[in-house]
């Protein structure tokens, strides 16, 4: 396993941080509990130390189900969780996550979204104080923009910013990540397989799930068409390196800079072992370059006023 800086923190992260999204079962479809279990097993046999969750991941479910999986190793284990944005629910948010993980502190929590309501130096605040009451270790977000990154960064120290990133989808490249790499804070990728467009799941709508899915932008069809020539040569490139699709996805994400690791939702064991094949090796720079350049001209197309599903925290 590859361990990248965390932040300021003075620890490392694996390159893959498991995400357990999928394991609070809403939104997602056909999810067993077992294989989840034995998913974060094999991460944890893996030596991926961090683990991503959130309160919001099944009304914490997830959250559950994580700890119950980590058991007596908690100690190889950093969790990460989330929180919402409302900084008057944040003590009891915090109170029923320690209460569900079975630990007095939890590493790494992050503000999932930024509030519509309450300013960004509310909530922050509001995490800052169960810092001091040592119920957190680091403080992270999610999904801010560079407006609300500045705005963070001036009520505490923020460790960690979780973006949406892959080849396709890629709002950040021009504010968000260059603010991070200056302020020492580590991006943490999530959806880093296109929630498996760059796994080479799906070549029409029709092989999209039911799920979560069916409301990505990504997989939308006029979108999907355009992605498809580019998923080609990302597995073309994969192939000459006797690397899967999947694998040459993670392994371009991980060789930009200031990305710190990718955190990869995995249904089972399976997934997760080939996914590993993605840290440790590069594509040529003229390989990662022009998978960058295409990826681009996608993400151009997209709409990011709303998430990569469509909705809106400010609705
Ligand atoms: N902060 C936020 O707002 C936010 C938002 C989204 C995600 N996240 C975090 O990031 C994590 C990862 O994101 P994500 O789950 O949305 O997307 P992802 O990691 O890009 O995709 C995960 C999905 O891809 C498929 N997959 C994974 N490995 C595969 C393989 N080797 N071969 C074929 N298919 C494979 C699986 O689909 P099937 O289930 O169909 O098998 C899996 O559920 C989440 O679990 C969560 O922790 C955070």
Request: proline share 5%; charged share 20%.
């Amino acid at each position: 396993m590859e361990y990248r800086k965390l932040g300021q923190t003075g620890v490392d992260v694996s390159a893959m941080v498991l995400g357990a999204w999928q394991y609070g079962q809403a939104y997602w479809k056909g999810i067993d509990d077992s294989e989840s279990v034995a998913t974060i097993h094999a991460a944890l046999d893996a030596g991926i130390n961090m683990i991503d969750t959130a309160v919001g991941y099944g009304d914490g479910y997830s959250e559950t189900i994580v700890a119950r999986a980590v058991g007596n190793r908690r100690g190889d284990v950093l969790f990460a969780s989330k929180c919402w944005g409302d900084p008057t629910t944040i003590p009891q948010t915090i109170d029923g996550c320690l209460q569900r993980m079975g630990t007095d502190c939890i590493d790494l929590y992050q503000v999932h979204y930024p509030s519509p309501r309450y300013p960004v130096c509310e909530t922050i605040g509001a995490m800052a104080e169960i810092q001091k009451a040592g119920k957190i270790r680091w403080i992270g977000v999610s999904n801010f923009s560079l407006e609300q990154m500045r705005e963070a960064v001036a009520t505490a120290r923020i460790e960690t910013c979780q973006p949406p990133f892959n080849v396709f989808w890629r709002q950040i490249d021009d504010d968000v990540l260059p603010f991070c790499r200056e302020n020492d804070i580590a991006v943490l990728a999530y959806s880093p397989l296109a929630q498996g467009l760059l796994a080479g799941r799906f070549r029409s709508v029709a092989d999209v799930p039911d799920d979560i899915r069916a409301r990505s932008k990504l997989l939308a069809p006029d979108i999907l068409e355009r992605c498809l020539p580019t998923v080609d040569r990302l597995a073309q490139i994969a192939a000459a390196h006797g690397k899967s699709l999947p694998q040459a996805a993670l392994a371009w994400a991980l060789a930009v800079p200031g990305i710190t690791c990718t955190i990869v939702g995995a249904r089972r064991p399976s997934q997760l072992q080939e996914n590993l094949g993605g840290i440790g090796w590069s594509l040529t720079p003229e390989e990662q370059e022009e998978i960058s350049e295409a990826g681009l001209e996608v993400s151009r197309l997209l709409d990011f006023s709303s998430n990569m599903w469509g909705w809106s925290p400010a609705t």
